[in-house]
């Protein structure tokens, strides 16, 4: 479950960065292999952030590690952040955006993903995502 605010006794495990890759309207998601966690359900590009590194160039990393795009830290609009509670561990996620001109070339990485796809937010809650990005979406598309 998300939240707004950090809920009591909150003791995250894991700090990550996510990012709402938009172009016409539609967000870039990412489809995970089967053996990965959460495997087989759709997702943005994300990823823990390393010791010691900044949010914000995790996000530049993780989206290149991911997709294959590049873009800079300057592109990139920082959202705020969402506290993850999780039956096994609390996490913090970071959440980014990114406005493209055009549907670049991704390139995803096939150990991670098996597929991506451009889609309305709207269409995105109908497909099966990975856990809680419903409510992302919901959060900060506004819909």
């Known amino acids: 479950m998300i939240y707004q605010e950090k809920p009591e006794n909150f ?7 996510g990012c709402f890759i938009k172009c016409n309207r539609e967000i870039l998601l990412l489809h995970r292999q089967d053996h990965r966690p959460e495997g087989n ?7 823990k952030i390393n010791e ?3 949010v914000e160039n995790a996000i530049v990393r993780e989206i290149t590690e991911e997709t294959s795009l590049v873009i800079p830290a300057s592109q990139i609009n920082y959202l705020g952040k969402v506290y ?3 039956p096994t561990y609390d996490s913090i996620f970071h959440i980014f955006e990114t406005d493209l001109k055009s549907q670049q070339g991704v390139k995803i990485d096939l150990s991670e ?4 796809k451009w889609i309305s937010p709207e269409n995105a809650l109908n497909l099966e995502l990975i856990e809680d990005l419903d409510a992302g979406i919901k959060l900060f598309c506004k819909i």
């Open 113 to 116: 993903h098996k597929d991506f």
């Open 52 to 54: 010691g590194e900044k």
């Open 41 to 47: 359900t759709w997702g943005l590009p994300a990823g």
């Open 11 to 17: 003791n995250p495990k894991v700090e990550a960065a």
């Open 84 to 86: 993850v509670r999780y």
